[in-house]
């Protein structure tokens, strides 16, 4: 027997969001593909990691994690999305809202078991139901609104289905689903008796409509495993640092999982986290919402300038743009050709679809410090200029 890489890392490939990194480094680009959140990380939070670190909280923790982080989780868990949870048996610290998402997979699919997407999705998503062996499918959000009926579940569903996945506010469409739309989904997953996973990730990056978590409507409580994490809202994406809020028969496997890959969340992380939330004001998560409506106006306002028309996102960081214009036959090559004339990195759309459904489409990150977006924008603005340059250029060709 030859040796080969198994039949799953064959199946499994290379985020289309890192290599866009990649090819932006290689040109000194200014980075709009990634979701890498580099504003300022609150100072309770760093102020709390460091005083855990030079105080000897460097060692593995248990595998649910440190008490302090899990009771700050839970007092958070109930002012904020309303849901009670005791923190000794509901709460568990992940490795991120990535290992939370793997971890909980692991414990509640067996391979063959048909999970419900929404496509547009986060590439992460739907790479980890391939990696446990599980099957997406798909139920395709209709832009600009990024909206979806009741039949286009019911057409989807069988009798493998275990789960569907929900992300509001989601990556890459900025869609925060409706209270509407959520009761949908509930009865749906009651009726086919589905676990709901909701990643929240987003959850204080809204500006218009308001969050609602799934484990707080009617009868969703035992069968939502609610995940989310503190990358985002305290710009600690290397942290790692997220967790998942579920009834204690499923959080015991999750967390065996979770231990079994990851051991532990870094344990002076936990701390750092636990002091942010225990001490940062309400102002501070009503300033996140205030703060990015501004860089999401500016960069969909510059977008709409230059004739890449965006789909103005209601929550998270992401903006989707109409990219016809663009010369290249698919979205990787526009994305490319973006790069190239304006060195400004972006995502292409096909990231997001199984199928052609996002080949004119690019996916652009807002959460860059002011300078940056500003420069990022200024470089979009030579974007016509460039492309009358490409077209006379073409015509003396031929
Ligand atoms: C929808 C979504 N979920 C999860 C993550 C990653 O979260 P974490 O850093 O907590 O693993 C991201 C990051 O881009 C995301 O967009």
């Not at 980890?128 to 395709?140: D, F, G, K, M």
């Not at 209709?142 to 989601?170: C, G, H, K, M, Y």
């Amino acid at each position: 027997m030859p040796l080969t890489l198994s039949r799953r890392a064959v199946r499994t490939v290379q985020s289309e969001i890192r290599a866009m990194s990649v090819a932006c480094e290689k040109v000194q680009g200014i980075n709009l593909a990634q979701g890498v959140c580099d504003t300022e990380v609150p100072e309770p939070v760093r102020a709390g990691a460091k005083h855990a670190m030079d105080h000897g909280i460097n060692s593995y923790t248990r595998a649910e994690g440190l008490t302090a982080i899990r009771q700050a989780i839970a007092g958070k868990m109930q002012r904020f999305n309303g849901i009670a949870c005791d923190p000794e048996t509901e709460v568990i610290v992940n490795s991120g809202s990535t290992g939370a998402f793997y971890a909980a997979c692991l414990a509640l699919l067996n391979p063959g078991d048909e999970v419900i997407l929404f496509e547009p999705y986060y590439g992460y998503h739907l790479n980890t139901l391939v990696a446990v062996e599980a099957v997406p499918l798909y139920v395709t959000l209709r832009a600009p609104e990024w909206t979806f009926n009741r039949e286009d579940l019911e057409r989807t569903v069988t009798l493998r289905t275990r789960a569907i996945l929900l992300n509001s506010p989601a990556n890459p469409s900025g869609k925060v689903f409706t209270r509407e739309e959520m009761e949908w989904i509930a009865s749906f997953a009651k009726r086919h008796d589905l676990f709901v996973f909701t990643d929240e990730i987003y959850e204080y990056f809204i500006y218009e409509g308001q969050h609602i978590s799934m484990a707080t409507l009617p009868g969703m409580r035992e069968r939502t495993i609610t995940m989310s994490g503190y990358s985002k809202t305290f710009s600690i994406t290397g942290w790692r640092i997220g967790y998942t809020v579920c009834d204690q028969r499923w959080a015991q496997g999750i967390s065996y999982f979770h231990d079994l890959i990851y051991v532990c969340a870094p344990a002076p992380l936990q701390i750092g986290v636990a002091e942010g939330i225990r001490n940062l004001p309400e102002s501070f998560y009503q300033e996140i919402g205030t703060e990015y409506v501004q860089k999401r106006d500016l960069l969909c306002g510059t977008l709409k300038e230059i004739g890449l028309t965006p789909s103005v996102p209601k929550g998270a960081y992401y903006v989707l743009a109409e990219v016809s214009a663009l010369p290249g036959r698919t979205s990787r090559e526009k994305a490319m050709h973006l790069l190239d004339m304006t060195g400004v990195a972006s995502v292409a759309g096909s990231a997001f679809y199984h199928g052609d459904g996002g080949e004119n489409l690019l996916r652009f990150c807002f959460a860059k410090t002011d300078a940056e977006l500003a420069e990022a924008c200024r470089r979009l603005q030579q974007l016509p200029e460039k492309l009358r340059g490409k077209a006379l250029a073409t015509n003396v060709r031929a």
